[in-house]
Every structure is written in C-alpha cells, then in structure tokens.
C-alpha cells in the first residue's frame, strides 16, 4: 500500500471509531429521552 | 432533555462535525508535504490531538474518583465511568493511527519502545477497569474499587508523557513544524477536543439514566425518571 493509502486508512479508522462510537451514544441517549417524555405523556 | 437542551445539543455535535470536516479539507488540500517523511506524515495531526484527549479523559476519570471517594455521590462514579470509556476508545485510535504510522516510517507494525509499551499499558489498564466493574455486584462496592483503581491506573499517564523524553525511544519526543502545519494542527484540536468533551458529557448521561432505569425497576415506588419528574409515575418501571 501506498503512503497516501496508509494515510487514507488512519483517517477512516480513527474518525470512523470515534464518530462511530459518538453516534451509538447519541442514538442511546435519545432513547432514553423517548422514553422520559413516553412516561410523561 | 428540554427541547432547548435538545437544540443546543444537536447545534454542538453539528458544530464539531462541520469543525472536522473543514480540518480534514485544510490537512488533504491546504497543509503542505513534510520533506523527509512525506504524505505519511499528515496521520499526525489526528494522531497528537487524540493522544492529548486520552489524557484529559484518563484525567476525568481521575478527577470524578477522587471526588466520588471524598463525597460517594453516584454521579461522580458515573462520571469516572464516562471518562475512562472514551479513554479507551480514544487510546485506541491512537494505537491504531500510530501503529499505521510506523508501518509506513519505520517498516513495522509495532515495537516494544518505551513509549508504545506504555501507551498500550494504558489501553489495557482502562480495559481491565470495565472486567473489574462486570465482577464486582454491589454497586456501592463496586464504585468504591472501581475508584481507587482508576486512581492507581491514571499514575501511567505521566510515564506515558515522560517515556520518550526520559528514556531511548524511536518514537519522537518533539516534533517542530513549519507555521503552515503548526497551524493545521492546533485546527485538528479544536474538532477532536469538541468530539471529545461531547461523548463524555453523552456517556455521562446515558451512565445516569441507565442508573435510574436501574434503580427503577428494583423498585417500583421510586421517584420516576428526571424527564417524568411532576408527574405522576403511571405503572411503575418500564
């Protein structure tokens, strides 16, 4: 693999695993939050 | 969450997001080629911001444990709990870009140096913190040990800062850089520190509702969740 490609590969894997991970937090909080307002109404 | 909490929530995460993509068009289009290492070289500027956000993650969980053992306040465990999940993932990534890195520079996955050594001490530690929260079950007992753990584990964030500066290792103790790249790499700190405070304060919240949730269903007559305080509980737990 090229350094471009070596390159190309961390970006993906480091911004994917981190916004990845920050999207399965928000998607759980949000069901709580559902839950919160499906108990309040 | 209020709706306005809600809306500055959504504001934030969209602000980050716009934050790294036009960190990743000036790094891609903008930053110049580093003369002796070459495009390889651009891996830095994700690689430094994330492993100083393991620090200040691995100093989060540092912080909340002190305060949970001088108060013993759930929240703070919660909070501990928060700081040292996104200490691993983020020790992670560093592995992982560094890793790619010296497959390119030094023509190897990986070598024993000090610095390395103790970066994956570091991930295993915050890694063995959630084996020892899965086999202790009373949850008071459990936050207690979890605490003076992760106060003994952070001891090896400064032995992961010194290694390279205190020892022989071919990982660089300090990188100088063109005004052109230092300016790139103080844009990447802004994006990766936002990303950074955001899953805390997110798993955070979701540490303490699952808390609740959890209290909850132990306990049918408890007070309801914080988003159904003034109202009556209506059937208990879900």
Redesign the interface.
């Known amino acids: 693999m090229s350094?471009?490609g070596?390159?190309i590969?961390?970006?993906v894997?480091?911004?994917g695993?981190?916004?990845g991970?920050?999207l399965l937090?928000?998607i759980?909080?949000m069901k709580?939050?559902n839950?919160?307002?499906g108990?309040?109404s | 969450m209020s709706r306005r909490t809600r809306i500055l929530a959504s504001m934030y995460w969209v602000a980050t997001m716009a934050l790294t993509g036009l960190a990743i068009w000036v790094v891609a289009f903008h930053t110049p080629r580093e003369a002796t290492m070459g495009t390889i070289q651009k891996i830095f500027y994700l690689h430094l911001p994330v492993a100083i956000n393991t620090f200040l993650a691995c100093m989060v969980s540092f912080i909340a444990s002190i305060a949970f053992l001088a108060q013993r306040r759930r929240v703070w465990d919660d909070l501990a709990v928060a700081g040292s999940r996104v200490a691993v993932q983020m020790c992670a990534v560093v592995l992982i870009t560094g890793m790619i890195w010296g497959r390119s520079a030094w023509g190897q996955w990986w070598t024993w140096s000090p610095r390395l050594t103790f970066s994956l001490v570091l991930l295993l530690l915050y890694v063995v913190y959630f084996v020892i929260r899965g086999s202790v079950e009373s949850p008071q007992r459990r936050a207690v040990v979890c605490a003076v753990y992760a106060i003994i584990a952070f001891l090896d964030v400064p032995l992961v800062y010194l290694s390279a500066r205190l020892m022989p290792d071919i990982h660089p103790a300090s990188v100088s850089l063109a005004p052109e790249m230092k300016r790139t790499l103080i844009l990447w700190f802004l994006p990766v520190t936002l990303l950074n405070i955001g899953l805390i304060v997110t798993a955070f919240r979701v540490n303490v509702q699952t808390r609740l949730h959890a209290q909850n269903a132990f306990d049918p007559m408890a007070d309801p969740l914080p988003a159904a305080a003034g109202k009556p509980a209506v059937g208990g737990a879900p």
């Open positions: 350094d471009l070596y390159t590969l961390a970006y894997v480091g911004l695993l981190t916004w991970y920050g937090l928000v759980r909080c709580f939050d839950r919160g307002e108990a309040e």
